[in-house]
Every structure is written in structure tokens, then in C-alpha cells.
């Protein structure tokens, strides 16, 4: 089994900065990438950013700059700086991994539960 846990996210002030982590863990033989993703009211859910395993990161034009993605390979963790928060950001914000199980010959996508992210004016 593969779990995905989000944790971070909460309520904070138009301006201000907020940290999301993701860790995924269980029978993980490989992780290609993990991703960040949110769902804001009303919207279907959208891609943030990506950092594939090693370093390279790409993110949605909608971010103006203002998120930042990292990761720490080593203990399957992905983090995402926010920072500038508008009410616009106010979401659920999810995380992927894409992966290889020992049980498995293709990758999968496995999602998280998600966060909530809520920015007051």
C-alpha cells in the first residue's frame, strides 16, 4: 500500500506566506515525480507545479512566481512555498506521486487527501 499525507495548509492572511509538505510512504520502489495540484471553489482541479525526482521543477503560468516547489528525494517529500497568498488562493490544495510499487511493472498516480488553504482579505 501507498499512502500520500498532505499537511500544512490552514488559514492566513491576504500577503501572507504559507508552506505545504507532502510525504508519500509504503511499498515505493520508485517515484518518477510528485506534484502539487488545487481545487478552488467552484473550478475543476488545476496543476501548481511539478518537481520530477532529481530536481527539475515546472510550474502553471497562474502562479505568477509566487510558489516555490521542493522536495527532499531521500525521504519522498515535496514541499510548496507560497507565498503572497491572495483570497484567490483559497483552495483545497492536493498532492500527487507518480510511482512504481514492488508490486507493480507501470507507474501509477496516487493522490493525497488534500489540504485546505484559506485566505482571509
Known amino acids: 500500500q501507498v499512502q500520500v499525507v498532505e499537511s500544512g495548509g490552514g488559514l492566513v492572511q491576504a500577503g501572507e506566506a504559507l508552506r505545504l509538505s507532502c510525504k508519500a510512504s509504503?511499498?515505493?520502489?520508485?517515484?518518477?515525480?510528485m506534484a502539487w495540484h488545487r481545487q478552488l471553489p467552484g473550478k475543476e482541479r488545476e496543476l501548481v507545479a511539478r518537481r520530477i525526482t532529481g530536481g527539475t521543477t515546472n510550474y502553471a503560468d497562474s502562479n505568477g512566481g509566487r510558489f516555490t516547489i521542493s522536495g527532499d528525494d531521500a525521504r519522498n517529500m515535496v514541499f510548496l512555498q507560497m507565498d503572497s497568498l491572495t483570497p484567490e488562493d483559497t483552495g483545497v490544495y492536493f498532492c500527487s506521486a507518480n510511482l512504481r510499487t514492488y508490486r507493480s511493472v507501470q507507474y501509477g498516480t496516487y493522490w493525497g487527501q488534500g489540504t485546505q488553504v484559506t485566505v482571509s482579505s
Open positions: 509504503g511499498s515505493i520502489r520508485t517515484i518518477s515525480s
